[in-house]
């Protein structure tokens, strides 16, 4: 799926390239095409824009909105989204482990796979560590009322806390743009792979989570890893699946939904 800064990137090129357009007229509804592009177009100007939905699940809907389960967003609704958290620790979603709990939308809207995978290094929280527990420990952080407000900035942000990173990290994604989202035909998926610290970076560990979903990490995974459960990556592997994630969902969908089989595509390159 597109994590939050995608779709903030995404929305910002469409804003760019439609400015000053109106699209009017009747919505006509057409026969479901056999390939993935589905495209928008304007006579007057020659304009078109494309959905491309290589998982075929996709859907467009006229004045749409969020649905209703959708939690605040983790970029642009801080306040709200930090305390939709710390308000219902006792929901049954935090009984499962930190790496699973972070890609629920209805508390952590916006964080996908890469994100969640770079925040819980960086605070170095073993990924299958109880949610709930994790996340107890913020309840009680308080500061020093002494602190002044620099000071307070400054504590924030050289010791950020999981909730606080969960803004922090794809805030630095936007303000890094690119990832094929940008107006600019010089967009390069370069400085995204240089960024990423853990997501599908040689020498990281990984396994599937309750859902399947792979999960990157350093150190141990945590008491609530599945059991017998066992990944290995080639250095080439990791970077395919960084370049693919450099070029954005439709790269993401590739190579964590089915068209690339990691597994068969891991066991064939080790045997190069």
Not at 51 to 71: A, C, K, P, S
Not at 94 to 113: D, H, S, T, V
Request: proline residues 6%; hydrophobic residues 35%; aromatic residues 8%.
């Amino acid at each position: 799926m597109p994590e939050g800064p995608e779709l903030h990137l995404a929305s910002c090129y469409i804003n760019t390239v439609c400015a000053g357009l109106i699209f009017s007229g009747k919505v006509e509804k057409s026969e479901v095409s056999k390939n993935p592009e589905v495209l928008f177009e304007s006579d007057a100007p020659h304009r078109a824009l494309c959905f491309v939905d290589i998982r075929r699940f996709g859907r467009w809907e006229v004045h749409g909105t969020w649905q209703l389960d959708r939690g605040p967003c983790v970029m642009l609704e801080y306040e709200k989204f930090r305390e939709n958290v710390l308000r219902n620790l006792s929901d049954k979603a935090f009984n499962k482990p930190i790496c699973e709990a972070l890609l629920n939308q209805k508390f952590f809207n916006g964080i996908g796979n890469y994100l969640r995978a770079e925040i819980l290094y960086r605070l170095k929280i073993p990924p299958f560590e109880k949610a709930r527990t994790v996340l107890e420990a913020l309840q009680h952080r308080k500061q020093s009322p002494d602190l002044t407000l620099s000071k307070k900035v400054k504590l924030k942000r050289e010791n950020p806390d999981l909730l606080e990173l969960c803004h922090a990290v794809p805030m630095e994604v936007i303000h890094m743009g690119g990832k094929g989202y940008s107006p600019e035909p010089s967009d390069d998926a370069a400085a995204f792979e240089e960024w990423l610290q853990c997501y599908c970076v040689p020498g990281m560990r990984s396994l599937h989570d309750g859902n399947g979903r792979t999960i990157w990490f350093q150190g141990e995974p945590g008491p609530m890893a599945p059991k017998g459960e066992h990944q290995l990556y080639s250095s080439m592997l990791c970077r395919v699946l960084l370049l693919l994630v450099g070029l954005g969902e439709a790269g993401r969908s590739v190579a964590c939904c089915g068209i690339i089989k990691v597994k068969e595509t891991s066991d064939a390159l080790l045997k190069l």
